[in-house]
């Protein structure tokens, strides 16, 4: 069974910094895109950031410039590092990664999601 855990959520006042973990585990053979995503109370979850295995990334209009994905791959893990975080980034942050378990033929890659951690940013 693949897992993947965040760390790094937390309070922060506006204007501050936070740095979010997300690490991989269990029956892996390959990891593909990673991302996270975000969900504030009363909204659809949103693409925040996306980063491939060889390190193309995209990101949503409103953390551009603020936020940046990165990511290590023989550590299976993948970050995001926000700045100047703003009220409206409060949500809770889901990890998101493609993963093949095997090197199976038959074995496809699969999203796997992990348990969210919150971000509260005050004003």
């Known amino acids: 069974q693949v897992q993947l855990v965040e760390s790094g959520g937390g309070l922060v006042q506006a204007g501050g910094s936070l740095r979010l973990s997300c690490v991989a585990s269990?029956?892996?053979?390959?990891?593909?895109?990673m991302g996270w995503y975000r969900q504030a109370p009363g909204n659809q979850r949103e693409l925040v950031a996306i980063?491939?295995?060889?390190?193309?990334?995209n990101y949503a209009s409103s953390v551009e410039g603020r936020f940046t994905i990165s990511r290590d791959n023989a550590k299976n893990t993948v970050y995001l590092q926000m700045n100047s975080l703003k009220p409206e980034d409060t949500a809770v942050y889901y990890c998101?990664?493609?993963?093949?378990?095997?090197?199976?033929?038959?074995?496809?890659?699969?999203?796997?999601w992990g348990q969210g951690t919150q971000v509260t940013v005050s004003s």
């Open positions: 998101n990664a493609d993963i093949r378990a095997s090197a199976r033929w038959t074995s496809r890659f699969e999203a796997y």
């Open positions: 980063i491939t295995n060889s390190g193309m990334s």
């Open positions: 269990g029956r892996i053979f390959s990891v593909n895109t």
